[in-house]
């Protein structure tokens, strides 16, 4: 199983493709998570 990254605070203008491509860069990349919403005060991301 390979590691998790979690990342917060990050403005509502990012998209699943553009962590993808930004993560990749340093490694592969199995999976983008992009949590958003009324709910959700903030923009976060997890990376697999």
Do not use: C, H
């Amino acid at each position: 199983m390979g590691s998790k990254i979690y990342v917060g605070n990050l403005p509502f203008a990012v998209n699943k493709q553009t962590l993808q491509d930004r993560f990749s860069q340093r490694g592969m990349v199995a999976a983008v998570l992009v949590v958003a919403g009324a709910v959700v005060a903030t923009v976060a991301a997890i990376a697999e």
